[in-house]
């Protein structure tokens, strides 16, 4: 099993910086996605393979992984990004597919 | 536009037999795969398995292995999720999400079904 932290919470002023962590051993040497999920709605990708971000998605939103951390940046915070953030992983060793604990964005 | 659709909520008892659905729309459903991702009440999301549709190959997480089936019927465009005895524990959000490739440097899941709402109560 591959284990992947995140912060349960992050709050952050409109128009301010979040950040939000994945922990998880060597995550840097695999590709890591991004979810959004807000309330009652299902997950859309933000960011796929470590920092790559696909159509239709702000370039508000961008993420960088290296060590034994992934990270998704969140700039100019509106409150439409108030959701939860998932990271996820496919681990070569299982073949099989993790996500992260998830992290609830709060916009103040 | 590129699209799947679930199967509407479901109701049922414990022991109860149920199966869920997920078709897809605007590509050759045979040539991408589909997982099944599996949201409790208020909790994260978890992946169960995956279906290669074009040949039915499949893998299941440890987890869920034994717990449920995955199948898929090409001719139709869908797969489906299978419980043969169901649990309260089984309550939850279920979602399908198309994946572009498997194995070596997997996309993300992209996009993803709407979800269905399995209810199992006594």
């Known amino acids: 099993s591959y284990v992947l932290t995140q912060p349960p919470s992050v709050s952050v002023a409109p128009g301010e910086t979040a950040r939000i962590t994945c922990g998880g051993d060597k995550i840097g040497s695999k590709s890591v996605h991004w979810y959004q999920q807000r309330p009652g709605q299902a997950p859309v990708v933000v960011i796929q393979y470590d920092s790559d971000r696909p159509s239709g998605i702000p370039e508000r939103f961008s993420a960088s992984n290296s060590g034994n951390t992934a990270t998704l940046t969140i700039s100019r915070v509106e409150a439409g990004d108030e959701a939860d953030y998932y990271c996820?992983?496919?681990?070569?060793?299982?073949?099989?597919?993790?996500f992260g604990t998830g992290t609830k964005v709060t916009v103040l | 536009e590129v699209q799947l659709v679930q199967s509407g909520g479901e109701v049922k008892k414990p022991g109860e037999s149920l199966t869920i659905s997920c078709r897809g729309f605007?590509?050759?459903?045979?040539?991408?795969?589909i997982v099944w991702v599996r949201q409790m009440p208020g909790k994260g999301l978890e992946w169960m398995g995956i279906?290669?549709?074009?040949?039915?190959?499949?893998t299941y997480s440890p987890s869920f292995r034994g717990q449920v089936t995955i199948s898929a019927d090409k001719s139709i465009s869908t797969a489906y999720l299978q419980w043969s005895s169901l649990k309260a524990s089984d309550t939850a959000m279920y979602y399908c999400?198309?994946?572009?490739?498997?194995?070596?440097?997997?996309?993300?899941?992209?996009?993803w079904g709407q979800g269905t709402l399995v209810t199992v109560s006594s």
């Open positions: 605007g590509y050759s459903f045979i040539s991408y795969w």
């Open positions: 999400a198309r994946l572009k490739s498997h194995g070596g440097n997997p996309s993300g899941f992209d996009p």
């Open positions: 996820q992983v496919w681990d070569l060793g299982s073949d099989h597919y993790f």
């Open positions: 279906i290669y549709p074009g040949d039915s190959d499949t």
